[in-house]
């Protein structure tokens, strides 16, 4: 699974490009430090975390395995990147994780959380698409 996430990022990720995990970046059994570095020093791309439930780490060892910087949210041109869409009553268009495939565009929030998009990441771009789509559909 982490060899085709890899891959997958790899594959539309350039190293110049910014990506932003929005939060969970791994799930399940605390890996282990070394281990995380390994996989995160594989991912093209300058990285930046918003934090998620299930990241349990200090926010200074994220940046000392190769996350550029830690956040709770962070705006990104007319988004605001946010783990968990509770904030959905709020002005503003979230882009969200956490919620996996309960829903993929629901109100203000888009969840662009890999585990509705075949494993991939999501450009900035598609996600303006996909909104452009739901206004005209």
Do not use: Q
Request: proline share 3%; aromatic share 8%; charged share 30%.
């Amino acid at each position: 699974m982490e060899r085709a996430i890899i891959h997958n990022h790899n594959k539309v990720v350039e190293e110049e490009d910014e990506v932003y995990f929005v939060g969970d970046l791994f799930w399940g059994p605390r890996l282990e430090k070394h281990r995380l570095g390994n996989i995160l020093e594989r991912l093209n791309g300058h990285k930046h975390l918003i934090l998620g439930n299930h990241d349990k780490l200090d926010p200074f060892d994220y940046v000392e395995l190769g996350i550029e910087d830690v956040h709770t949210s962070i705006d990104v041109e007319e988004f605001t990147l946010v783990h968990d869409p509770v904030t959905e009553v709020l002005g503003g268009i979230y882009l969200v994780g956490h919620v996996h495939t309960l829903f993929v565009h629901k109100n203000n929030v888009v969840n662009v959380g890999v585990d509705v998009l075949d494993y991939h990441p999501v450009s900035i771009d598609d996600v303006r698409n996909l909104l452009k789509e739901k206004e005209e559909g």
